[in-house]
């Protein structure tokens, strides 16, 4: 069982940075795929952002390519995603999950409750 916390949203004009963490508790962390998803009112879940579980391979979304960089802190159970460069379209509840697959679909087995990220002047 792995429970996963978000924190680090907030609202932030455009251009801005921020960065989000996810705590996971459960000593099977070290073995999961950790990701980044985000939901924009009115819209589906989008897939952000993976890093497998060593942190070796990243994959991103075209949206984010170049902006955002997911990593993660075995040694803290812990993954981050820092996000620069900060659009409106940005706007979303940002969600982290966690699973034995290293995909970009939500076929994962645990998620976090979500973070408010607001990019708005």
């Not at 996963?4 to 251009?15: C, D, H, K, M, N």
């Not at 801005?16 to 950790?34: E, H, I, K, V």
């Not at 879940?45 to 391979?57: H, L, Q, Y």
């Not at 902006?67 to 075995?74: K, Q, W």
Request: some cysteine; charged content about 15%; glycine content about 10%.
């Amino acid at each position: 069982q792995v429970r996963l916390v978000e924190s680090g949203g907030g609202l932030v004009q455009p251009g801005d940075s921020l960065r989000l963490s996810c705590a996971a508790s459960g000593r099977t962390f070290n073995t999961y795929a950790m990701a980044w998803f985000r939901q924009a009112p009115g819209k589906e879940r989008e897939f952000v952002a993976v890093i497998n579980w060593s942190g070796a391979n990243t994959h991103y979304a075209d949206s984010v390519k170049g902006r955002f960089t997911i990593s993660r802190d075995n040694a803290k159970n812990a993954v981050y995603l820092q996000m620069n460069s900060l659009k409106p379209e940005d706007t979303a509840v940002y969600y982290c999950a966690a699973g034995p697959l290293y995909v970009t679909g939500t076929a994962y087995d645990y998620w976090g409750q979500g973070t408010q990220v607001t990019v708005s002047s």
